[in-house]
């Protein structure tokens, strides 16, 4: 019974962290594509530049070599974009398989080489490098990591020196590129690591939130197997002292001993009843101690717990039978739920109080299995939804559930008569 909220919890957050991170990573490069692309598409004219001490024309061989630079960009591009999809181990997580590390850094290194020949503004053709270096760098420890981002920033403050000393320093709508371009590659791994950074923070709640969870229901199963031990240790020590006297007793005083066997299966009998009862209702537990016990762990366990009281039912069998539920549901949203919301709601109408307890979601997973097992897991007959209806009927109660998948909500509600009724 999973909430929709918390089953989109951790992947959906992890979806949302991608596509913030593709996004501005596609941005950037679209803003380095565009300008390389007017480049592409004003070079052609004719003159001559040094470039590393040589000359080259600016015509076919210079835009050749624009379009080279550009459709290696591209590629980096769609590599930088998949490369995306490993972030997900956050960051130190370790890097993936070297094959795709190396295409990510191929194009861009070649970019980064090609660009010094090519015509273009200094720094579109250094920060595709620089934008797979900060890639590579998020999925290392922290000291490679700052090791990486130093090479790859002494790399690109390289190129753009190199090309500037050769072709002086832009003006006009270039130097505006430049600038904008350089703003975006200084956010980019400040992003990149916050992006993963508040990523490591949910999935650190979730499994706190997980581990709250596990812990209620040891909690609640300590609590079963003390009241347990307490019933079943008192009652076979009496059953040894008094069978072991009773032996003693056997040749010497024949009625005493009879007596003592009477007794002795008597305080077996008695414990049997006693064992009964507590499997049904946990020693009897008062009805509204048991909210609060579900509200409780509910809220431990990362859930806004709701209670919404009316009268409650005067007769104790009927309380017992309703604290029944309310253990028996509490322990299955712990079980088989990510809820985020729950409600207890008791409601007197007419002759019969009627408690609802709902949550937020199913999962997909449980969608495809029968109502009884999502509800109740894998128990023997006996317990979970059939042993809740029979133990209502006893009191004249009965027992309903609805799931609805679309909304991904469950709702449990039980009926019992009412005889008189107390304020909660």
């Not at 290392?140 to 990486?148: A, E, I, M, Q, S």
Request: proline letters at 4%; charged letters at 15%.
């Amino acid at each position: 019974m999973p909430a929709e909220p918390a089953a989109r919890s951790v992947h959906t957050t992890w979806l949302y962290t991608l596509a913030s991170i593709v996004f501005f990573f596609g941005f950037f490069d679209l803003i380095v594509v565009l300008a390389m692309g007017d480049t592409v598409m004003s070079a052609g004219g004719g003159g001559l530049d040094m470039v590393a001490g040589a000359p080259y024309s600016t015509g076919e061989t210079g835009r050749a070599l624009a379009i080279v630079v550009l459709v290696l960009t591209l590629v980096a591009t769609a590599t930088q974009l998949r490369y995306c999809w490993f972030l997900r181990v956050g960051r130190g997580g370790g890097l993936p398989h070297p094959g795709w590390t190396a295409a990510l850094i191929a194009p861009a290194a070649l970019v980064w080489l090609i660009g010094l020949a090519a015509p273009g503004e200094a720094l579109t053709a250094a920060v595709p490098l620089w934008a797979a270096a900060s890639l590579v760098a998020a999925l290392l420890p922290k000291t490679p990591r700052r090791l990486v981002l130093l090479a790859a920033l002494i790399l690109t403050v390289a190129h753009v020196a190199i090309l500037t000393s050769l072709n002086g320093a832009p003006d006009g709508p270039q130097s505006s590129n430049t600038f904008m371009i350089g703003l975006f590659a200084v956010m980019l791994p400040i992003m990149l690591l916050t992006s993963l950074w508040w990523w490591e923070v949910v999935v650190q709640l979730d499994r706190n939130r997980r581990t709250a969870a596990e812990l209620a229901v040891t909690q609640e199963r300590l609590r079963f197997a003390s009241d347990l031990h307490d019933i079943q240790g008192h009652h076979l020590q009496v059953i040894s002292l008094k069978s072991e006297l009773a032996e003693r007793l056997l040749e010497r005083d024949p009625a005493a001993a009879r007596e003592l066997v009477h007794e002795t299966r008597m305080i077996a009998k008695e414990a049997l009843e006693e064992t009964r009862s507590l499997v049904a209702g946990y020693r009897q537990v008062a009805f509204d101690d048991e909210l609060e016990n579900a509200r409780e762990v509910l809220t431990a366990s990362g859930a806004a717990c709701e209670l919404r009281l009316g009268p409650l039912p005067s007769d104790a069998a009927a309380q017992s039978a309703l604290a029944s539920v309310v253990r028996e549901a509490t322990t299955n949203i712990l079980r088989h739920s990510e809820a985020t919301s729950v409600t207890i709601a008791l409601a007197t109408t007419g002759e019969r109080c009627e408690l609802r307890i709902a949550n937020d979601g199913i999962t997909t997973t449980d969608v495809s299995a029968p109502s009884t097992a999502r509800t109740t897991g894998s128990r023997a007959p006996g317990s979970g939804l059939a042993g809740l209806r029979e133990r209502l009927a006893t009191v004249g109660g009965s027992l309903e559930h609805h799931e609805d998948t679309s909304a991904g909500t469950f709702e449990l509600t039980a009926a019992v008569p009412v005889r008189a009724g107390v304020a909660a």
